[in-house]
């Protein structure tokens, strides 16, 4: 009978179904995040064999791991050679070997090829099987900033182990987030690199404009639709430019990201984007403040003086109205925001915009409806192409209704080669 922890598998996602992948567990106190990982794994369709180090075994309990893969887990090294049972050369073959976390110890060894605990012992051979490493650091930010560390680490990339991670906040360097991580690993075996070689610019998130130095007006975009937008292609291959304004989602390292506060330095930076490079795709999901204060007040304006401040706004420059104009080859995506509208008047005001802009696919959303829109991980997109077709996504997270679009975005372009 298969263990009962294993229900979870598949649940959501296919992308590793009938890969194995040995997790291993080394001693920082991140070991409480690899329960979470290896299960994320697993959801999304890995076999997962955990791997803990001594030290690892004081921090969590081997159980734990065992409850969270379903596995029996390796905390030494027998007379059943378990390092070459789970990292060798055989038909049951190990697709990918993640030590996460990672301790600085850990990384050290194993790039002076030392082996001399079960996880050490299950990466060297590892490279000798040519199977993938990705190695997650965990540390204090004082052992991370060791020059010996940095140079191994620099070694182990060279010989084509991947790092990611980690994030130094706090006096730390702290694990990569789960997310993170399952992208990562989603990426390395992901099939589908349609968008391969292709530039693709995002705009995400909020902008704000000053009333005075202190005071600003912005909207409630939290930038996750572009995030999760740019996650999506970067799985798929892409190499992504990310014009990103004050949103409170994390973007993902890989994109390059430029970061702007107002509409207008939002519109220049997509206007010199645009005039140094050649984009074969820019997805507009941001949400720019479209009014702005005609004058700000160059101190803060105090409530003591005056009760009342009249405020004359008046409208900012459209971001997506330049981009035909400056690469007309460009394959241009908008996103629309309506509030309270029918189906019918957001595709219509959605494809009157498209005409306008001359765009090749345009996005619409209605921010009235529950679960839609700003501020929630999910969204309900309406997507309308030049010739009027209307594709309904349903209620569903941002991931999954970029991964929608993307698919049609990649099914058009291919139209119109
Ligand atoms: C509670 C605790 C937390 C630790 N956290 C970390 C850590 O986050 N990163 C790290 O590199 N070492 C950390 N250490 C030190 C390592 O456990 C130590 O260097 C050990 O030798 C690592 O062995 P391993 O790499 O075989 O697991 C921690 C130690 C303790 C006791």
């Known amino acids: 009978m ?3 922890s294993k229900d979870i598998k598949q649940t959501r996602g296919t992308e590793l179904k009938d890969k194995r992948i040995v997790l291993c567990i080394t ?5 409480v995040q690899s329960p979470e990982i ?22 969590i309990h081997p159980y734990l791991m065992e409850w969270a893969t379903g596995n029996p887990v390796v905390t030494e090294l027998t007379g059943k050679i378990e390092h070459v049972a789970l990292a060798g050369q055989h038909d049951d073959k190990t697709d990918l070997i993640l030590v996460a976390p990672a301790t600085a110890n850990t990384i050290s060894k ?25 190695i997650v650091p965990a540390m204090h930010e004082s052992m991370y900033r060791h020059p010996i560390l940095d140079e191994n680490i620099e070694k182990l990339k060279a010989l084509g182990v991947d790092f990611v991670g980690p994030r130094v906040e706090e006096g730390k360097a702290k694990i990569a987030e789960t997310q993170e991580i399952l992208e990562v690993v ?6 589908s690199k349609d968008f391969a070689g292709r530039k693709i610019l995002v705009t995400a998130g909020p902008t704000l404009e000053y009333i005075d130095p202190v005071r600003v007006i912005t909207n409630k975009s939290s930038g996750l639709m572009g995030i999760e937008v740019t996650r999506e292609v970067l799985l798929r291959g892409a190499e992504v430019t990310l014009i990103y304004g004050v949103g409170t989602a ?3 390292r890989e994109a390059r990201t430029v970061r702007v506060e107002t509409t207008k330095e939002m519109h220049e930076v997509v206007v010199s984007e645009l005039k140094s490079q050649k984009y074969d795709v820019v997805i507009a999901t941001a949400a720019p403040v479209d009014w702005k204060p005609k004058k700000r007040y160059n101190y803060k304006v105090s409530t003591r003086k005056t009760s009342t401040l009249n405020i004359r706004l008046e409208a900012t420059p459209k971001i997506i109205d330049v981009v035909k104009k400056i690469c007309p080859e460009t ?5 629309k925001a309506e509030y309270d509208v029918s189906d019918k008047e957001l595709i219509e005001n959605a494809y009157g915009r498209l005409k306008k802009v001359k765009a090749d696919l345009i996005v619409a959303n209605d921010v009235a409806r529950k679960g839609v829109g700003f501020g929630v991980k999910t969204n309900e997109i309406f997507i309308v192409n030049k010739k009027r077709k209307v594709v309904h996504v349903p209620l569903t997270t941002k991931r999954e209704a970029s991964r929608k679009l993307l698919n049609l975005i990649a099914k058009e372009i291919k139209q119109r080669k």
């Open 110 to 134: 194993i790039a002076a090829g030392i082996d001399d605990t079960t996880v050490t012992s299950v990466a060297s051979t590892a490279f000798g099987s040519k199977i993938p490493i990705v």
């Open 38 to 59: 290896a299960r994320q794994l697993m959801r999304h369709g890995a076999e997962v064999f955990a791997v803990m180090s001594p030290m690892a075994q004081k921090i």
């Open 2 to 4: 298969a263990h009962p």
């Open 250 to 252: 994390t973007p993902p």
């Open 331 to 335: 394959f241009l995506v908008p996103f």
């Open 186 to 191: 989603i990426r390395k075996f992901s099939a």
């Open 27 to 31: 001693g920082s106190v991140a070991a």
